[in-house]
């Protein structure tokens, strides 16, 4: 997807408010997985973030607290999908657990695909294959 199409959308998705505290307004795009590892601007690989650059607001937030980030979805590793890893953001229905999807929706993460995907991801970890 183009850069200013995947902004449109992601400014309808987020309603303008940042993503991940919900408290302040959204200003810049945070891809997931970076552009520098094969980051799309695909909407699953992006975040509506408040703060400027990578220093503050929830943007230097994630890029100052790595093991935070990738924790709570807000940025992910190589190389994992960001389509196929949820992330914990501020929604109308609170800060839940959500798939974001490439269409420009979000839907919150069932229990049991929230709990099966963690002992996934700690099989994987056991075996070395991460």
């Not at 990578?54 to 790595?66: E, K, T, Y």
């Not at 979805?73 to 501020?90: C, D, F, I, K, Y």
Request: with cysteine; net charge positive.
């Amino acid at each position: 997807m183009k850069p200013g199409l995947a902004r449109k959308k992601l400014l309808n998705r987020s309603g303008g408010r940042c993503e991940v505290c919900g408290l302040r307004p959204a200003r810049e795009a945070q891809h997931r997985k970076n552009r520098s590892q094969g980051g799309t601007w695909d909407l699953s690989n992006l975040l509506h973030v408040c703060g400027h650059g990578n220093r503050d607001g929830c943007h230097g937030l994630i890029h100052q607290n790595p093991e935070t980030a990738y924790a709570n979805g807000w940025s992910v590793r190589q190389p994992r999908n960001p389509a196929e890893m949820p992330a914990w953001l501020t929604t109308e229905h609170g800060r839940i657990y959500v798939w974001l999807h490439d269409d420009g929706t979000a839907s919150p993460v069932a229990l049991p695909e929230l709990v099966y995907g963690a002992l996934k991801a700690e099989r994987i970890y056991e075996r070395g294959a991460v």
